[in-house]
């Protein structure tokens, strides 16, 4: 975890964490309730912008779409009519990709640190934010871990099959486990001789800035707009 | 079983969220702080497992540990799995953020459900009793989860319910081998280490 990224002042052109997240989810919102072309042509107009104006990961987008094209295929065969699970399936498609630019310009390259940033501000329950940091810090432990206990596995027994290969993966992931609880356990003490989980997060609250005010007031009547348009 | 983005209607995406608030929030008041780095790294070890695929002939599957995660952390399983699914929506893109409440009661509730069932059996004196527990409660928490999926995509249109039957019949065969999964790993933790189980 990148402290130095949490504790950073923040420069008068960044838009604090929090905003993008809540606008992205706004905007989400806006777009998941929206079924009529018109709706979607307006909420297309950022992801468009964004896609010629940022540098977008298109092996992600070729990915996303081709399991879109499989969902439409789905959604048309097993609609009542044809031509109406097509349209449904495009215009779930067609929503996906939107909402899938916008977060991956938006929120994606954040990082940990600064949506941990904006779990602060938001007031997430203190547990949770604990929660969130230790599952980070296991995740890094175990991926080691399980990592080289699948290479292993795959040096030993190349040709597992079956039942036998099941029981390997769950005695992997249990003897993985509980070597993490071991070094869990320490974590746990160090953190109670430090007095405990309260005052675990010191990160404080950032008054919001005059970009942050202006970017929720836009994308509040930008949403607006779009749900006015579908039920127009 | 994840939903994506874009895919569930207004009503559906505010039930999901109702529910999993709910039931975090009791999850979390459940939770001992002296627990919290066990939940987590259960919560890391349901995240590492859907990175690992598993071959089923010309096809590929990832594992879930549902039944595990309810079995091992009962209410708690809650807050873990929304803290994992909110990492896999940011990290790898599965799911969404819009979603995360429909995704996390979805695979929460099954497990939920599993661990008032199944707990006490599955510490039975009685080896194959448990283990034989154990493989119906990983079954059963899969197919559960399916279902769920499928009345989320219900609520969201109800055209979509041939589609949701046809993702139920698509999990089965992933609940016979979270089944086996499942019994293997409460045999091995039966025998290492039974304070998880506690």
Known sequence: MNIEAITESRSHSDISPEVLLSCSVIYALAVSLSDSIYALALASVIPLL???????????????????????????????????????????????NMIYIFFAVMIYPLGYAKIFAAMNSLNIPEKLRVLFLLTLRGIF???????????????????????????????????????????????????????????????????????????????????????????? | MHNSEGVLSGTALIAGWAGSITC????LKKTDTNKIVRTALISSAFFLASLVNIRIGPSSTHLSLLAPVGLILGWSAFPAMLIALFLQAILFHFGGLLVLGANTFIMGLPALIVYIIFGKMIRSEN?????????IAGSLAIIMAACLAGVFLGISDRNFIEAAKLLFYAHIPLALIEGAVTSFMIMFLRKTAPEFLS
């Open chain 1, 50 to 96: 964004l896609v010629i104006t940022k540098k977008l990961n298109l092996s992600l987008l070729v990915k996303l779409n081709a399991f879109n094209l499989i969902m439409i295929i789905t959604i048309a065969l097993t609609w009542p009519d044809f031509n109406g699970g097509l349209t449904k399936g495009i215009v779930i498609a067609l929503r996906v």
């Open chain 1, 141 to 232: 432990i175990m991926h080691e871990r399980y990592s080289c206990a699948l290479i292993s596995l795959k040096l030993r027994a190349k040709n597992l099959h079956g039942l036998m290969k099941l029981r390997a993966f769950a005695y992997i992931t249990c003897s993985v486990l509980l070597q993490s609880s071991e070094r869990s356990e320490r974590m746990l003490q160090a953190v109670q001789c430090r007095g405990g989980f309260s005052g675990f997060i010191q990160t404080g609250h950032k008054a919001m800035s005059p970009y942050d005010v202006i970017m929720c007031v836009c994308f509040a009547v930008y949403a607006i707009a779009i749900i006015i348009l579908n039920y127009a």
């Open chain 2, 24 to 27: 975090t929030a009791i999850g």
């Open chain 2, 127 to 135: 080896k194959i009793f448990s283990g034989v527990m154990a493989f």
